[in-house]
């Protein structure tokens, strides 16, 4: 079965302080790992997609990586408008389904 | 271009009563997905949809159920609503197998169950 286990839960920065969110998940076949930004009272953004251990994305002050176990979301230098939780999530090869197995979060919060 | 849409927003029902929330793709998408959001256990997968076929199901009760029109807009049902079903439905579009295509999801109909 596919597992996502994200680390920390809970994360309190203050502005410019950067650091990074842990991704560690099991899966059977790797299509993509994916990563996602939730803000309260809507649904998850995309952020990122990896394929292959190796691999890393960027945005802005994110940074995406991945090995074969683990995926890590690098914040440099955070703003408050980076508070959110973000949501790593995991798609296995079961027939071409695009079901996504997620992780519970990490809630950050970037302190002005 | 615009976002997956779900009606309506915001849902109180009463336990035994039945729900029908509505999902609207964007355009060009024909997978549509649907995930449960509660605080204890995070997103969990409902089911998935693709040229109106069930392509997956979660673990979930059968009271739980989903349909996909023509036009690739979805519908899920909820039947004998308990009060554990309160909770965040999330629907989801994605082009589906080519090549990057994420999901994108929509707001949420949050439900509430007394």
């Known amino acids: 079965e596919d597992q996502v286990t994200q680390s920390p839960e809970a994360l309190r920065l203050q502005e410019g302080e950067s650091s990074s969110l842990n991704c560690s998940y099991t899966?059977?076949?790797?299509?993509?790992l994916f990563w996602y930004r939730q803000d309260p009272g809507k649904g998850p953004e995309f952020l990122f997609t990896?394929?292959?251990a190796g691999e890393e994305k960027e945005k802005e002050r994110l940074k995406a990586t991945l090995t074969k176990k683990e995926s890590f979301l690098h914040i440099t230098a955070p703003k408050p408008e980076d508070s959110a939780t973000y949501l790593c999530?995991?798609?296995?090869?079961?027939?071409?389904?695009?079901?996504?197995?997620f992780g519970k979060g990490t809630k950050l919060t970037v302190n002005p | 271009k615009a976002g997956v849409t779900q009606t309506p927003r915001y849902l109180i029902k009463t336990r035994g009563q039945q729900v029908t929330l509505s999902c609207s793709p964007i355009?060009?998408?024909?997978?549509v997905s649907w995930y449960q959001q509660t605080p204890g256990q995070g997103l969990q997968f409902l089911f998935e949809?693709?040229?109106?076929?069930?392509?997956n199901k979660g673990n979930f009760p059968g009271r739980f159920s989903g349909r996909q029109f023509s036009n690739s807009r979805s519908e899920m049902n909820v039947s004998t609503l308990e009060l554990g079903d309160s909770a965040l439905y999330l629907c989801?579009?994605?082009?589906?197998?080519?090549?990057?295509?994420?999901?994108?999801f929509g707001n949420g109909t949050r439900l509430t169950v007394t």
């Open positions: 990896l394929y292959s």
């Open positions: 949809y693709f040229s109106e076929t069930q392509r």
């Open positions: 989801a579009s994605s082009t589906a197998g080519t090549g990057d295509s994420p999901l994108h």
């Open positions: 355009s060009g998408h024909r997978s």
């Open positions: 899966v059977s076949g790797l299509r993509g």
């Open positions: 999530a995991v798609q296995g090869s079961q027939g071409g389904s695009e079901k996504l197995v």
